[in-house]
């Protein structure tokens, strides 16, 4: 796990706890590109780490942004594998919510 040395000792053991759930390590950096206060790329497939990026222009103190983003991992881990559900948009699930939206159901 790589983070911030200017992290509080709360997020350091929420970041633990992130780990120790998903079994994948955290990496928090700053992203001045960043057009947000923060966003959030979790591990998976070819990704073995999750990344959270925060803008340090935007953010004065990045603790609340980076628990903010651990809640969403832990959300998404907490269920057993079986049972978890990735609302990531493909093609399929788009056009499924498009037609009835569309009227053309």
Known sequence: M???PDLRQATVDLLKLVQS??????????NRDLQMTAAL???????PVHVIEY????????????????????????????????LAATTHGLESVRKPLSGKA
Do not use: W
């Not at 790329?41 to 990704?47: F, L, V």
């Not at 935007?58 to 907490?78: K, M, N, T, W």
């Open 2 to 4: 790589t983070t911030r």
């Open 21 to 30: 759930v998903s079994g994948y390590p955290t990496v928090v950096d700053e």
């Open 41 to 47: 790329r979790m591990a998976c497939g070819p990704r």
């Open 55 to 86: 803008n340090p222009d935007l953010v004065s103190e990045p603790d609340y942004y980076v628990a903010v983003q651990c809640g969403h991992i832990l959300r998404f881990f907490a269920p057993p594998a079986s049972e978890r559900k990735d």
